[in-house]
C-alpha cells in the first residue's frame, strides 16, 4: 500500500500564498490516477477541498487551487486568512493494488 | 446527504468492532457512487479501510484485509464495518463517507469522498 509524501507542516503570514505538495509514484499519481485535496478543520472531519486535479466544489473560495505534475501535485492557498488553519490531505489511489492512498497529511499555521 | 456513525465507544481487545453508518437521504445504489469506511488514529493521518462498490464489490487496505467486512442494508439505509481481533493500535475516530467516481482510464478509475460523517471515536482497552 503506497503513501502519497506531504511536508508535515507549512507556515504563512495572513495575506501570503503557500504551497503544499504530494508526491506520488509510478503507481498512484504517476500512472495518471486523479488527486484530491481534503481540508480537516481542528475536530471536524475531512472536506473535500479539490477533486479531480483541479476541481472547486461549490463554495470552495478561488483562493484555493491545485495543479498536478509526473508524479506529483501541490495545493496553493493565496490571500492566507486564520480560517485556513486547518490540516490538509491529499488522496490518490493506487493502479496495482486498485486501492485507495491518502498523504502523510501537512498542518498549515498560519503565523 | 448527511452521515452518521454509531457504535460503542470502547472495545476489548480480541473481540469484534461493530460500526453503523446512517444515511440519511437518497438512493443507498447508484452507478456512480459508492460507500467507503476511513479512520484516523490519535494524532495521525487518514487511513482508508475499505470500499463497497455499487455492484456488491469491495476493497480493502491489505493491511487491514483478513479483518475487516464492510456491507450495506438498503432498507435501513445503513453501512456497516466489522473489524475483528481488534487490538490498541485500532483505536481511532472512525468515518463513514460517500465515494464518487470520476475519471476512469485503463489503469483505473479516480474516486473522492464527499461527504463525510462527524466521526465515532473507538477506543480499545481491556
Known amino acids: 500500500q503506497s503513501v502519497l509524501t506531504q511536508p508535515p507542516s507549512v507556515s504563512g503570514a495572513p495575506g501570503q500564498r503557500v504551497i503544499i505538495s504530494c508526491t506520488g509514484s509510478?503507481?498512484?499519481?504517476?500512472?495518471?490516477?486523479?488527486v484530491h485535496w481534503y481540508q480537516q478543520l481542528p475536530g471536524t472531519a475531512p472536506k473535500v477541498l479539490i477533486y479531480?486535479?483541479?476541481y472547486r466544489p461549490s463554495g470552495v473560495p478561488e483562493r484555493f487551487s491545485a495543479s498536478r505534475s509526473a508524479t506529483s501535485a501541490s495545493l496553493a492557498i493565496s490571500g492566507l486568512q486564520a480560517e485556513d488553519e486547518a490540516d490538509y490531505y491529499c488522496?490518490?489511489?493506487?493502479?496495482?493494488?486498485?486501492?485507495?492512498?491518502f498523504g502523510t497529511g501537512t498542518r498549515l499555521t498560519v503565523l | 446527504l448527511q452521515l452518521q456513525e454509531s457504535g460503542p465507544g470502547v472495545v476489548r481487545p480480541s473481540e469484534t468492532l461493530s460500526l453503523t453508518c446512517n444515511v440519511s437521504?437518497?438512493?443507498?445504489?447508484?452507478?456512480?457512487?459508492?460507500w467507503a469506511w476511513i479512520r484516523q488514529s490519535p494524532g495521525k493521518g487518514l487511513e482508508w479501510i475499505g470500499s463497497?462498490?455499487?455492484?456488491?464489490?469491495?476493497r480493502y487496505n491489505p493491511s487491514l484485509q483478513s479483518r475487516v467486512t464492510i456491507s450495506v442494508d438498503t432498507f435501513k439505509n445503513e453501512i456497516s464495518l466489522k473489524l475483528t481481533s481488534v487490538t490498541a493500535a485500532d483505536t481511532a475516530v472512525y468515518f463513514c463517507?460517500?465515494?464518487?467516481?470520476?475519471?476512469?482510464?485503463?489503469?483505473?478509475?479516480?474516486?473522492?469522498?464527499?461527504?463525510w460523517g462527524q466521526g465515532t471515536r473507538v477506543t480499545v482497552s481491556p
Open positions: 488522496q490518490s489511489s493506487d493502479s496495482a493494488l486498485k486501492t485507495v492512498v
Open positions: 463497497l462498490y455499487y455492484d456488491g464489490a469491495s
Open positions: 463517507a460517500r465515494g464518487t467516481v470520476g475519471h476512469c482510464s485503463i489503469v483505473g478509475c479516480s474516486n473522492w469522498f464527499d461527504p
Open positions: 509510478s503507481s498512484d499519481i504517476g500512472a495518471g490516477l486523479q
Open positions: 437521504a437518497g438512493p443507498m445504489s447508484h452507478s456512480n457512487y459508492y
Open positions: 479531480g486535479d483541479t
